[in-house]
């Protein structure tokens, strides 16, 4: 079992930035790969950013690529998801997930085994 508890959400105008945290307990964190999803009002939840359990390769949705960085600190159990340029499209309850092994694609929900309970970023213009 995997504990997964985000923090860093907040109100921030456009333009602004935020660093969203996730640490993980339980097992072996440095066993998963990591993922930021994120979910508008009305709107299904949707990849943002992932990284592999080594840190070696980085994924990112076409909508946040060049102003989103993940990051990991697997001495720490901790992902980062920094926030740059934030529009109010931003707006969304992110979530952070843990996906067991190499496996499988980063970009789909169903691959994820654990999840946070989410934390609220609003950008206002």
């Known amino acids: 079992q995997v504990q997964l508890v985000e923090s860093g959400g907040g109100l921030v105008q456009a333009g602004g930035s935020l660093r969203l945290s996730c640490v993980a307990s339980?097992?072996?964190?440095?066993?998963?790969?990591m993922g930021w999803f994120r979910q508008a009002p009305g709107k299904e939840r949707a990849f943002a950013a992932a990284i592999t359990w080594s840190g070696d390769s980085t994924y990112y949705a076409e909508s946040v690529k060049g102003r989103f960085t993940i990051s990991r600190d697997n001495a720490k159990n901790t992902v980062y998801l920094q926030m740059n340029s934030l529009k109010p499209e931003d707006t969304a309850v992110y979530y952070c997930a843990a996906k067991y092994g190499g496996g499988g694609s980063y970009y789909y929900t169903n691959n994820y085994d654990y999840w946070g309970q989410g934390t609220q970023v609003t950008v206002s213009s």
């Open positions: 339980g097992r072996t964190f440095s066993s998963y790969g």
